[in-house]
C-alpha cells in the first residue's frame, strides 16, 4: 500500500483502504477502482490523497495505531459530544494501542475540509496516546491524556462558525474568542462527573506554552500538566499537517522540524523527544524524491528517522538511506505532500495588474527541512529559489543577476550568512532586501545584520503566518541609500 497525493491519483488505480466522510458515511469503499469521477471529488472535497496498493507497493504494510471501527465511533461521539461515549471510546483506543508491538502513527489520516474539528480530535487522541504510552505513563494517566485530547476543542462549538470558518485574517475580537475556547471547552465538562479534574485541567491548559506565552492563563513549565504539554505539542503537529482554507499542510518531517524549533519554548522537551519516537518524519508508503534526482516510496523504518528504506521508481530496487554506502551522500529532499499550487492562488496573482510579476526570492540555508518550511510558508505567491550554501547563493547571483529578497540563516559550513551578504552588497547593491532567519539571537550578531543592510531579522522557529507577514513587509520597505 502506499499514499498518493490527490493530484497524482489516476484513473484504474485501487484503493487500498476506504475513504471516510462524515456525511456519506463511506464515501468510497477499499477495493474501489479510482474513476475519473471520484477522483474529481476527492480534490473538490478537499482530501490531501488517497491509500492506493499497486505492484511496487503491494507487500508494504502500513499499520492502524487504532482500529478503523473505533477511529469512526471516536469522530461520532466528539461530534454529538458525547461525554459517556468518549470515555468508552477512549478505553478501546488506549486498548488498540496496548496491542502493538511498536508505537508508531504510521498512517496518515484522510479528511476531508468539512471534516476537520471532529477528524483533528481523533487524530490528536492517537498522537497523544502514543506519547503517552511510550512515556509509559500510569495507566490511568493515559487513560485521562486520551479523554482529554478527545475533548479539548469541544468549546470550539459554542464560538460563531463564521468566526471558525473565516478565511480572511480575524480582528482582535474574534481573535479573543477563539482563545476562549480552552476555557468553554472546561465549562462543558464543569458539571459532569464522569471526567475527573486532571481530565478537566488537561484540556484547559492544551494552549499554554512552556514559556508562560500561551492562553488563556499564562502559565508555564511545571504549572502545565503532562497531559496538556502532550496535548499541545500534537495538537499543533496535526494542525500544520492538515489541509485548511487558508493554507496548504506541511509534509510530516517540516511540521516535526517546526515543533522540535519550539522545543523549551513552546513545548516541552521530553515530550517532543517522544513524539520523534512515535511519528515517523517519514511515514512508510509515502513518496520522497532523492538528491540524486530519484524517486521512490518509503518501504520501511530504519534507527535513522530521516534515512528509511526506499523503494526506487519504476525498478523496485530498494536502498537502505541509512547503510548503503552508495548513498551516504544522497538525502530526501521533498515528501509526501507534495504541495501543488492552487487555482486560488494563481488568480489571486493575476489580480495584481499593478504588478503581474512574481517577486523573486532566495532562500538559503544549509538545513533542507528549514528550506523547506520557509518555501511552504511563502508558497504560492512567489518564485522562490532554495539554496543550500551561502557560496551556492554568490554563485547563483552571478549566474542569473539578483532576486528580490534574500532570507538568509546565519549559522552555515564554509561562509556564514552575515559575511556573504556583506561579499554581496559589492555585486548587487542595495536594491535586493535581505531578511535574516536565523536561530542566532546575539547582540553582536544583530548589530552585525543591520551594517549589513538587511531589512528584518527573525528568530527561528517562526510561525508560517508570521514569516508570510515579515516577508511582505520587507518587499515592500523602501531602502534608504
Ligand atoms: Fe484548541
Ligand atoms: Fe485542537
Same mark, same amino acid.
Given at each position: ?8 491519483l ?21 477495493g ?6 471520484? +477522483?474529481? $471529488?476527492?480534490?473538490?472535497?478537499g =482530501?490531501?490523497?488517497? %491509500?492506493?496498493?499497486?505492484? /511496487? @507497493? ?32 477512549a478505553?478501546?483506543?488506549v ?18 475540509f ?17 506519547v ?6 500510569p ?5 485521562e491524556?486520551a ?17 471558525i ?12 474568542? +477563539?482563545? $476562549?475556547?480552552?476555557?468553554?471547552? =472546561?465549562?462543558?465538562? %464543569?458539571?459532569?462527573?464522569? /471526567? @475527573? ?25 511545571d504549572e ?20 485548511r ?6 509534509a ?31 511515514p ?6 532523492l538528491s ?7 518501504a ?34 521533498? @515528501? ?28 538559503v540555508d ?5 528550506r ?11 518564485e ?31 561562509l ?11 555585486m ?18 544583530v ?34 541609500r
Amino acid at each position: 500500500m502506499r499514499f498518493v497525493a490527490v493530484d497524482n491519483l489516476e484513473p484504474g488505480m485501487i484503493l487500498a483502504r476506504k475513504i471516510i466522510n462524515r456525511n456519506v458515511v463511506s464515501m468510497l469503499q477499499k477495493g474501489v477502482v479510482l474513476t475519473d469521477t471520484n +477522483i474529481a $471529488r476527492l480534490k473538490t472535497n478537499g =482530501y490531501l490523497g488517497a %491509500y492506493i496498493t499497486d505492484s /511496487i @507497493s503491494a507487500d508494504i504494510i502500513i499499520g492502524e495505531t487504532i482500529s478503523e471501527k473505533t477511529f469512526e465511533e471516536g469522530i461520532a461521539a466528539v461530534e454529538d459530544a458525547d461525554v459517556g461515549r468518549i470515555i468508552d471510546v477512549a478505553r478501546d483506543m488506549v486498548e488498540d494501542i496496548s496491542e502493538l508491538d511498536r508505537i508508531s502513527v504510521d498512517m496518515l489520516d484522510l479528511r476531508s475540509f468539512d471534516d476537520y474539528t471532529y477528524h483533528h480530535s481523533v487524530n490528536v487522541a492517537v498522537y497523544a496516546l502514543a506519547v503517552a504510552a511510550k512515556m509509559e505513563l500510569p495507566e490511568e494517566k493515559i487513560q485521562e491524556t486520551a479523554v482529554a485530547a478527545l475533548c479539548h476543542d469541544l468549546g470550539k462549538t459554542k464560538i460563531d462558525p463564521a468566526i471558525i470558518n473565516k478565511k480572511g485574517r480575524l480582528n482582535d475580537d474574534e481573535f479573543e474568542e +477563539i482563545r $476562549r475556547h480552552p476555557q468553554y471547552s =472546561y465549562d462543558m465538562l %464543569y458539571d459532569n462527573n464522569l /471526567i @475527573s479534574s486532571n481530565v478537566r485541567q488537561a484540556v484547559i491548559c492544551h494552549h499554554e506554552n512552556e514559556n508562560g506565552s500561551g492562553y488563556p492563563n499564562g502559565k508555564e513549565g511545571d504549572e502545565i500538566p503532562l497531559a496538556a504539554k502532550i496535548i499541545h505539542a500534537v495538537d499543533v503537529y496535526d494542525a500544520l499537517t492538515s489541509r485548511r482554507a487558508y493554507k496548504e499542510p506541511y509534509a510530516p518531517v517540516d511540521a516535526l522540524e517546526y515543533i522540535i524549533g519550539g522545543q523549551g519554548i513552546l513545548f516541552d522537551r521530553k515530550v517532543v523527544e517522544t513524539m520523534l519516537e512515535v511519528i515517523p518524519a517519514y511515514p512508510p508508503g509515502m513518496d520522497v524524491i532523492l538528491s540524486n534526482g530519484e524517486r521512490g516510496v518509503v518501504a520501511a523504518h530504519t534507527k535513522n528517522a530521516a534515512r528509511p528504506v526506499i523503494r526506487i521508481f519504476p525498478d523496485g530496487r530498494e536502498v537502505d538511506l541509512s547503510k548503503n554506502e552508495g548513498y551516504s551522500s544522497v538525502f530526501i529532499t521533498s @515528501s509526501g505532500l507534495l504541495v501543488q499550487e492552487s487555482k486560488d492562488v494563481e488568480v489571486l496573482n493575476e489580480d495584481r495588474s499593478d504588478d503581474n510579476r512574481k517577486k523573486r526570492i532566495v532562500v538559503v540555508d544549509d538545513s533542507s527541512i528549514s528550506r523547506g518550511q520557509t518555501q511552504s510558508a511563502l508558497f504560492g505567491d512567489y518564485e522562490i529559489t532554495t539554496l543550500e550554501s551561502a557560496v551556492a547563493c554568490l554563485n547563483y547571483i552571478k549566474a542569473k543577476g539578483a532576486p528580490d529578497l534574500i532570507i538568509m540563516d546565519i549559522e552555515m559550513p564554509m561562509l556564514d550568512g552575515v559575511t556573504a551578504v556583506e561579499k554581496l552588497r559589492g555585486m548587487i547593491g542595495n536594491d535586493t532586501k535581505i531578511v535574516f532567519l536565523t536561530a542566532v539571537a546575539d547582540r553582536d550578531t544583530v548589530i552585525r545584520c543591520k551594517k549589513a543592510g538587511a531589512v528584518d531579522y527573525i528568530l527561528k522557529p517562526v510561525n508560517p503566518v508570521y514569516l508570510r507577514e515579515r516577508v511582505s513587509i520587507a518587499l515592500d520597505k523602501n531602502l534608504e541609500r
